[in-house]
């Protein structure tokens, strides 16, 4: 079974509904028409908020692939680079939204006819059970739902939008995973209160965002952390340094009788002299039948491109994606090589500690 359904695309962001919240507006539908009602007004507010995240982190280069609505909210998918600006501007689009929609009902019922009904008269509205339309809930309910949004992003604990924006300001001026690290203490804090609030209290709704939030948090520092691990390693960290050699002189017959190994894929070549002149591929050779004992090795030598020991992993991460091989090299030393097939088992590494480490 899937866990959520799309409903709509727009701006290639695929907007879907988890299971839970189709259960939960199901069961809505057959115990009140009015709470229904209600929450769907509270979900078009949330949808608006997330999209509003999105479309600005869009605006940002960031790929948005999907919004997700829960029956507590709604997860954007959106992946944000270490950077404190770009995380500031969309973490406060949301909120801002809310700020927006506030304002202008505010201003209605300011400014018309239409009268705020206090939250005593949406709840008696509501506990009525009867469907009701009048723009006076609609306004009302509305500056109650914005009001109650706002309230909660504001409070600096990560993973909130207030968290968020708590974390990129702080991450200005200190150390972005310690910046993370301390957003997210206060929201343990805050969220373990909700949680013992909500046991004393016997409101299953709040321990449970308490505690949904407590495990997104703590889930996303951890990849934080290893995105910020990637980070701080040097091309010469992850460099495979056991090498390999071949010599050139040889035919590529006498290289697999003599140098060549199963577990081995590229070879350091070197001439007479004991220099390294290039690489050989053994994938190469693959499909070349008589000419094994006719060529020399010097004939499918490869110059592959290098690095410096030194260069951060992180930045020069799509270079030493793009190819199958890159020497790095200590001054004018080989220190080793890097291949996409050894950063993918380093990301797994850190995947697999996150989990279990
Ligand atoms: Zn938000």
């Known amino acids: 079974m899937k866990s959520s359904y799309k409903i709509f695309k727009i701006k290639g962001i695929s907007v879907e509904l988890h299971v839970t919240f189709l259960l939960f507006f199901l069961l809505l539908l057959v115990s009140s028409h009015a709470y229904f009602l209600f929450f769907a007004l509270i979900f078009t507010i949330v ?51 809310n700020v927006a929609i ?39 309910a509305l500056v109650m739902i914005n009001t109650m949004l706002v309230v ?33 203490a206060v929201g343990k804090i805050i969220f373990i209160g909700m949680i013992i609030f909500g046991i004393l209290r016997l409101d299953f709704w709040i321990m449970l965002i308490g505690f949904f939030l407590y495990v997104t948090g703590d889930n996303e520092v951890k990849i934080v952390g290893i995105r910020h691990a990637l980070s701080k390693l040097k091309a010469g960290d992850v ?21 060549a190994k199963p577990n081995v894929r590229f070879y350091f070549v070197k001439d007479t002299a004991g220099n390294v002149s290039g690489i050989v591929d053994i994938f190469q050779i693959h499909g070349m039948r008589d000419e094994v004992s006719t060529k020399n090795i010097n004939e499918i030598i490869i110059g592959p491109q290098t690095i410096e020991v030194n260069a951060s992993v992180k930045e020069e991460i799509n270079k030493l994606m793009s190819s ?16 996409p097939e050894v950063l993918t088992d380093i990301a797994r590494f850190y995947d697999i500690r996150r989990h279990y480490g």
Not at 324 to 339: D, F, N, Q, R
């Open 152 to 184: 909660f992003n504001i409070i600096p604990a990560f993973p909130l939008d207030g968290g968020r924006i708590f974390r990129s300001t702080l991450a200005l001026f200190v150390d972005y995973m310690e910046a993370t690290k301390f957003a997210m």
């Open 47 to 97: 949808l608006g908020h997330e999209l509003c995240h999105s479309f600005m982190a869009i605006r940002e280069g960031i790929y948005v692939p999907r919004i997700i609505l829960v029956p507590f909210g709604g997860l954007a998918n959106i992946e944000i680079p270490e950077n404190p600006k770009l995380e500031l501007k969309v973490a406060a689009a949301g909120p801002a939204f």
């Open 239 to 259: 460099a495979i340094k056991e090498l390999h050699y071949a010599r050139e002189s040889d035919t590529l017959h006498d290289f697999l009788d003599n140098s």
């Open 102 to 140: 506030l304002a202008i009902c505010t201003a209605i019922l300011l400014f018309t006819e239409f009268s705020f009904i206090g939250y005593s008269g949406i709840y008696d509205v509501l506990d009525s059970g009867a469907v009701n339309l009048s723009p006076d809930f609609i306004l009302s």
């Open 324 to 339: 199958e091989l890159t020497i790095v090299l200590a001054g004018s030393k080989i220190a080793g090589y890097i291949t």
